[in-house]
């Protein structure tokens, strides 16, 4: 069986892939198993090494990783470079970072005793990575658990096999291994069967909460831990003090980023009252004013949606938020000519319980909602099952971090777009999931926190207790 990538842009077939077999995979999991057992016990400065060629890797070969991401998903192409020094970002990180996180952490406990913490490696871990940020989600996986000692075998979204493989030959490039990062080319039906392979340990999987509910069901009944990194309907709160230009030029980049297309994208924007009709005004037109394209071309601000089902359903979302009272300012329907494309979109006056305002709208859809004030615009944010990013804009600081605390997020951003970053920790709560990735945090997840009780002195056996 072969998997085939399309041009999202064109309809074009990029290129065409061999499926795994199931020979294959087996041969696969024994031979990350295998390579396991030697690379847990290589030193971790032999690791951060090989992570720091991997960036070279990635930075050498920008161009080439920047394209095929283009073409397998079409993200505008400099947003795409920009990934690629993103993930050659967090493998700096963790190669200078990673001995220091996973040191061994001595604790004060019994005075006749040396107590430390020591943190392992698990094992062989399965990630179910999407389509969206073909490379970065995936770097921020592998290079923290490669650095930990971990081996990683890697099931991508179908649509983009190429940059599976190539992420593949980014880390034999860099000299890992064999089977130290493997990619399976296999069918969403077969997850549950690696899953409850004995010598997977652990998985991840980025996606939406329906996958991860279905990720931690398997994974729970094997008693396998777990991180889910699962959807997103993140509110962006303008408050009457906003600073107002810096706000609707980030409102439309956080919402048209990588084409409207991230579980981080501002979607729901909530604005007191006072400067609702300024703001929805200026950032209809600037939305207006952006330009839908070839994502080739460096002029292109906003390119086609990764497959035309996902398009054809956030259509749907929209048409039936509109015919429910939803009032439509801007876009909404697919436009008349090849390729995948959904203009820039802005919906207001939304109604309750309508896609627009319950389900998260996985492309370049803005629903902006009116409130009378600070209150109402924190009810208003948090009147979501998910809870993945929030951000607020005002000119009070103290006003924005009081908001920011009470957002029922993972992140919460004053005065900026919600983002991932290396140095800080990066998740969700609610159905937005569980676990965190990136900083110290995402190198612990999937190690075994090993407490080592040293006894100094044996003593009385009397005065020993279990």
């Known amino acids: 069986m072969s998997i085939e990538s399309t041009n999202p842009a064109t309809g074009d077939v990029v290129d065409s892939f061999e499926a795994t077999s199931d020979e294959e995979r087996e041969a696969r999991l024994e031979r990350a198993t295998e390579t396991f057992a030697e690379w847990s016990e290589t030193p971790i400065e032999t690791r951060q090494r090989l992570l720091a060629r991997a960036a070279d890797v990635l930075r050498k070969n920008t161009d080439e990783y920047a394209e095929l991401m283009t073409e397998e998903m079409g993200k505008p192409i400099g947003q795409a470079r920009d990934e690629v020094a993103k993930c050659a970002w967090v493998c700096d990180y963790y190669a200078q970072n990673a001995a220091q996180h996973l ?15 020591a ?38 979204a179908s649509n983009v096999p190429g940059c599976a493989r190539a992420i593949e030959d980014v880390f ?48 729970g009944s094997q008693l396998k831990k777990s991180v889910l990194e699962l959807g997103g309907s ?55 004013a952006q330009t839908v394209g070839d994502p080739m071309d460096e002029a292109t601000d906003l390119g086609p949606q990764a497959r035309p089902d996902l398009m054809e359903e956030l259509h749907e979302q929209v048409a039936e938020t509109v015919e429910q009272g939803g009032e439509l300012e801007l876009g909404g329907e697919p436009m008349d000519r090849d390729g995948a494309y959904y203009p820039p979109t802005v919906i207001t006056d939304v109604p309750e319980n309508t896609p627009a305002d319950r389900e998260e709208l996985f492309g370049p859809v803005a629903s902006v909602f009116r409130v009378p004030d600070e209150d109402a615009a924190i009810e208003k944010a948090n009147d979501t099952r998910f809870g993945l990013g929030a951000s607020v804009w005002t000119e009070d600081l103290e006003r924005g971090e009081r908001v920011a605390r009470q957002f029922e997020s993972g992140l919460a951003f004053v005065n900026e777009l919600v983002k ?27 190690v075994n926190t090993k407490t080592i009780w040293i006894q100094q002195d044996a003593g009385d056996e009397a005065d020993r207790v279990e």
């Open 103 to 117: 040191q061994d952490e001595v604790i004060a406990g019994d005075e006749s005793a040396r107590t430390v913490v």
């Open 119 to 156: 943190y392992q490696p698990l094992g062989p871990v399965l990630a179910i990575m999407p389509w969206n940020f073909p490379f970065w989600q995936v770097f921020r996986f592998a290079a923290p658990n490669l650095a930990a000692g971990n081996v990683g075998l890697l099931k991508h």
């Open 172 to 219: 034999d490039q860099a000299g890992f291994p064999d089977g130290a990062f493997t990619s399976l080319l296999i069918d969403s039906s077969e997850i549950d069967a690696v899953i409850e392979d004995d010598r997977i340990r652990a998985v991840t999987i980025t996606g939406s909460d329906a996958a991860g509910r279905a990720v931690a069901e398997t994974a």
């Open 234 to 288: 993140d509110p962006f709160v303008v408050l009457e003090d906003a600073p107002m230009d810096e706000a609707v030029e980030t409102a439309v980049q956080a919402r048209l980023i990588n084409n409207g297309q991230s579980c981080i994208a501002a979607k729901r924007f909530v604005v007191v009252d006072d400067v609702y009709d300024e703001f929805v005004d200026r950032f209809i037109d600037e939305m207006a």
């Open 420 to 446: 991932s970053d290396p140095r800080l920790p990066f998740g969700g709560v609610k159905d937005s999931g569980y676990g965190r990735e990136l900083a110290e945090h995402g190198i612990t997840e999937f």
